[in-house]
């Protein structure tokens, strides 16, 4: 087997959740810490203090320019990691941490929160709120192959991350009429409702099993199309399904 890869996870503004999906990945976790990657840098799971160097970092949370060692470290991350993952909605489009404006209890003076892209570049995104599992994991053994695996492997590694790096081309704005025009539109909705379920201030409703998007409503904080599972469908994913799905089952058994 070949040499381990080494991952971090970064956690600036955001409530932790795509910290706990990480460890819900229970024994395949084990499976991928024992065999494929070494867990250099997390909060409250490894104890380390400052930001190592490393092949795969996630980022959690969106970034707080009122934070003068939040903006230091993502940059310093972005230094030192080969692959920087804007890991969940926070870090991809904002999501929720756009509704602050400073006053918050805790800390009353923090009220710029921007997604990770507008301080650093980003390799790939990992979308929802939070992302399943199942994706973390699988990003996780793609990256290991393509780093370390074959040619044939690379290439199915390439096929699968290929649309999470083009989320990140895309850009880090996103509301409810662009789920209208990259979605709904091109005849990708499949009525699941999970863009109407994470809107946080309901401006999208689903309407005879389509959803509906209220543009004065909308707060542009983009949770629904970090949530949709087809905001980055791609076919090339879907030509290879079949490969893509036997290499990381291969891998974690």
């Given at each position: 087997?070949?040499?381990?890869?080494?991952?971090?996870?970064?956690?600036?503004?955001?409530?932790?959740?795509?910290?706990?999906?990480?460890?819900?990945?229970?024994?395949?976790?084990?499976?991928?810490?024992?065999?494929?990657?070494?867990?250099?840098?997390?909060?409250?799971?490894?104890?380390?203090?400052?930001?190592?160097?490393?092949?795969?970092?996630?980022?959690?949370?969106?970034?707080?320019?009122?934070?003068?060692?939040?903006?230091?470290?993502?940059?310093?991350?972005?230094?030192?990691?080969?692959?920087?993952?804007?890991?969940?909605?926070?870090?991809?489009?904002?999501?929720?941490?756009?509704?602050?404006?400073?006053?918050?209890?805790?800390?009353?003076?923090?009220?710029?929160?921007?997604?990770?892209?507008?301080?650093?570049?980003?390799?790939?995104y990992i979308p929802s709120c939070p992302p399943c599992p199942q994706e973390v994991r699988n990003v996780a053994v793609m990256a290991y192959l393509l780093l370390k695996g074959n040619e044939e492997q690379k290439?199915?590694?390439?096929?699968?991350?290929?649309?999470?790096?083009?989320?990140?081309?895309?850009?880090?704005?996103?509301?409810?009429?662009?789920?209208?025009?990259?979605?709904?539109?091109?005849?990708?909705?499949?009525?699941?409702?999970?863009?109407?379920?994470?809107?946080?201030?309901?401006?999208?409703?689903?309407?005879?099993?389509?959803?509906?998007?209220?543009?004065?409503?909308?707060?542009?904080?983009?949770?629904?199309?970090?949530?949709?599972?087809?905001?980055?469908?791609?076919?090339?994913?879907?030509?290879?399904?079949?490969?893509?799905?036997?290499?990381?089952?291969?891998?974690?058994?």
């Amino acid at each position: 087997m070949a040499e381990k890869i080494t991952i971090g996870e970064l956690h600036l503004s955001g409530c932790t959740g795509c910290l706990v999906t990480l460890a819900d990945n229970y024994e395949g976790l084990f499976k991928l810490l024992d065999d494929y990657a070494d867990l250099v840098y997390a909060l409250t799971l490894v104890d380390v203090r400052h930001v190592p160097e490393m092949d795969v970092c996630l980022v959690e949370g969106s970034c707080c320019l009122d934070d003068k060692l939040s903006v230091e470290e993502l940059k310093e991350a972005r230094e030192k990691s080969k692959v920087l993952v804007a890991y969940g909605g926070c870090a991809a489009y904002g999501n929720i941490t756009r509704f602050c404006r400073g006053g918050q209890w805790n800390q009353p003076g923090q009220e710029a929160f921007v997604p990770i892209s507008e301080v650093v570049d980003v390799d790939l995104y990992i979308p929802s709120c939070p992302p399943c599992p199942q994706e973390v994991r699988n990003v996780a053994v793609m990256a290991y192959l393509l780093l370390k695996g074959n040619e044939e492997q690379k290439n199915l590694a390439t096929a699968y991350l290929t649309p999470l790096m083009q989320l990140a081309q895309r850009g880090n704005e996103a509301c409810g009429c662009d789920l209208m025009y990259d979605v709904i539109n091109q005849g990708l909705c499949m009525g699941c409702g999970t863009c109407a379920g994470t809107c946080p201030v309901r401006a999208v409703t689903m309407e005879y099993g389509k959803p509906n998007v209220n543009r004065d409503q909308c707060i542009k904080c983009g949770a629904c199309y970090a949530q949709c599972p087809r905001s980055w469908f791609n076919f090339d994913v879907m030509n290879n399904y079949e490969g893509i799905m036997d290499a990381i089952k291969g891998a974690m058994q």
